[in-house]
């Protein structure tokens, strides 16, 4: 898992930017859904009426408000608030009857559908509109943030009318905790292969949650290899390596059982083993691309080329120099590499 790393005053601005559309939209979507078609039937005054009294009955502890709609009055707290489990409420324990029926009805008026197809009031930058692709594209997440092995490509090109976008994984899912739907942080751009492969329909209840990229640090686990006596370590062709994902001792119990879990649901051990070659050239390079190779063979040819053998070390693993979400595979190289040039990536 690759942190989404963003400073504090990039943030605030994409924040307040989901806050206007948020209260852009969310009251215009109340007020229009009545009559409204929602899988296949319009929308009535006593489906409304049943939803509102349900969701101020859920909200009104958590919001100390005992207004007429507390949803609209809370609704820009709702959706970009960091503290996800305040209105991380299961879908049945909101509506125990036609639960899929009003959670469908829900969705519409919170609005992700509309995001989803950049159909928004909103203004981003410059005149663009605040929707799903340039929420992903203001992230500027290069690489899946999940498994850091697919990079994930934002684009739209106007006279063509042709638009591009990463899978949107809800770290909670929304149709099974409709409330967190539109949530800023509840929303990861990802492959198709965690999100929809991997992670899919999956029902995850709050004791199971994985890691969030928003939230948990990428050294909150790690990759390495089986190699550890010294014999077996250069002995590379001969030596059957295995990859294993390790979780990071050093954090948290909560931290650490939602690394579990990531392992877990993106089977982090099965993937990762198909990148034994990586792992295999990471230690064929370490033993020949030496200190002492360089000075007594490369330098005797090439002397002009590296001012010492940090550079040489730099333009051999040039991974090291790289941020974990710049290109696939970076984090997974540095823990290998570490593993194998300093003696160990446990923490």
């Known amino acids: 898992m690759i942190k989404i790393d963003i400073n504090d005053s990039t943030l605030k601005k994409l924040v307040d930017y989901h806050t206007n559309y948020i209260k852009n939209t969310v009251s215009e979507n109340w007020n229009q859904i009545k009559g409204k078609t929602v899988a296949q039937k319009a929308v009535s005054q006593d489906e409304m009426n049943t939803i509102k009294d349900a969701l101020n009955r859920k909200l009104a502890k958590n919001n100390n408000s005992h207004s ?5 009055e809370n609704i820009a ?3 970009t608030t960091k503290n996800l489990r305040k209105y991380a409420i299961e879908s049945e324990d ?3 009857a036609a639960t899929e029926r009003y959670v469908n009805i829900l969705l519409e008026i919170i609005g992700y559908r509309k995001f989803n197809k950049g159909d928004v009031s909103g203004q981003y930058n ?3 509109a605040w929707n799903r692709h340039t929420f992903v ?3 500027n997440v290069r690489v899946c943030p999940y498994c850091n ?3 994930i490509t ?3 090109k106007n006279g063509d009318r042709k638009l591009t976008t990463a899978d949107v994984d809800h770290y909670y899912p929304k149709t099974q905790y409709p409330l967190l739907s539109m949530n800023f942080f509840n929303m990861i751009p990802s492959c198709f292969i965690c999100n929809s492969g991997l992670k899919g329909r999956k029902k995850l209840k709050l004791n199971d949650m994985t890691l969030n990229p928003f939230f948990d640090d990428s050294d909150s686990l790690f990759f390495q290899i089986n190699n550890d006596e010294l014999g077996e370590l250069y002995s590379f062709r001969n030596s059957d390596i295995k990859i294993s994902t390790i979780v990071n001792k050093a954090k948290s119990n909560e931290s650490q059982k939602r690394a579990e879990k990531s392992i877990e649901i993106f089977y982090l051990p099965e993937i990762y083993n198909a990148h034994v070659e990586d792992a295999r050239t990471i230690k064929e390079n370490i033993n020949h691309f030496s200190r002492y190779y360089f000075e007594n063979v490369f330098q005797r040819n090439y002397q002009e080329l590296f001012n010492d053998y940090e550079d040489f070390e ?6 090291n120099d790289l941020n974990d979400g710049d290109e696939p595979l970076v984090k997974f190289k540095k823990d290998i590499y570490r593993q194998l040039n300093i003696g160990s990536t446990t923490v």
Do not use: A, E, M, V
Request: glycine residues 4%; proline residues 3%.
């Open 126 to 128: 410059n005149g663009t």
């Open 137 to 139: 594209q203001s992230l």
């Open 68 to 72: 007429d709609n507390i949803l609209l």
């Open 77 to 79: 707290d709702i959706c």
């Open 149 to 151: 092995r697919q990079y």
């Open 154 to 156: 934002s684009f739209y």
């Open 314 to 319: 730099k333009t051999i693993f040039h991974f």
């Open 94 to 96: 909101l509506f125990p």
